[in-house]
T-cell receptor, first 113, second 116 residues
């Protein structure tokens, strides 16, 4: 089915470990986003990309890096995980030319112990 | 600056009674506005969206919202709550202009509880 696929769906990390979350979309969307969701905070934007090879910081970028080497993939990296990064991570994408038409992935639940 | 304030963090209603979830927004440009729903341990589902057409927007599952520019509000309503409506609801604003074009700004969410 067309859409946004996030892998993995669940992960437990130890403090200081690194990992990469993968977001893949097959809708040829230009824009891709990484959000984190914490209780009582809604979703906050970590990083985003307006096209292949471009990335930009969102509201809460510290401790994360991203890459968009291919148009369909947007990777979120944690170089040295901290307990404060325990969260649910959502990826989203949308087409160019409109402020609507977002498609969200199903989320990745990350726990850092 | 763009922001969203959801005026209630928790709302409780009895099944069959009306639902009102309140949202105020701030936007530098003409906004697009959305309501999303999230059921426990699930992803986000779009309920409805306002993109400058009719100010009264109808969504899925009997929900609707009215855009009131003078009040900068976009409240979500449903005439009769169902048990399956119990979930968290997010009001979201997106600018349709400027350097932040298309970025979404989420409210903190309203948890809706429906009593039998």
């Amino acid at each position: 089915n067309a859409g946004v696929t996030q892998t993995p769906k669940f992960r437990v990390l130890k403090t200081g470990q690194s990992m990469t979350l993968l977001c893949a979309q097959d809708m040829n969307h230009e824009y891709m986003y990484w959000y984190r969701q914490d209780p009582g905070m809604g979703l906050r934007l970590i990083h985003y990309s307006v096209g292949e090879g471009t990335t930009a910081k969102g509201e809460v970028p510290d401790g994360y890096n991203v890459s968009r080497l291919k148009k369909q993939n947007f990777l979120l990296g944690l170089e040295s995980a901290a307990p404060s990064q325990t969260s649910v991570y959502f990826c989203a994408s949308r087409s160019n030319g409109g402020a609507y038409g977002y498609t969200f992935g199903s989320g990745t639940r990350l726990t850092v112990v | 600056a763009q922001s969203v304030t959801q005026l209630d963090s928790h709302v409780s209603v009895s099944e069959g009674t009306p639902v009102l979830l309140r949202c105020n927004y701030s936007s530098s440009y003409s906004p697009s506005l959305f309501w999303y729903v999230q059921h426990p341990n699930k992803g986000l589902q779009l309920l409805l969206k306002y993109t400058s057409a009719a100010t009264l927007v109808k969504g899925i599952n009997g929900f609707e919202a009215e855009f009131k520019k003078s009040e900068t509000s976009f409240h979500l309503t449903k005439p009769s709550a169902h048990m399956s409506d119990a979930a968290e609801y997010f009001c979201v604003v997106s600018d349709r202009g400027g350097s932040t074009l298309g970025r979404l700004y989420f409210g903190r969410g309203t948890q809706l509880t429906v009593w039998p």
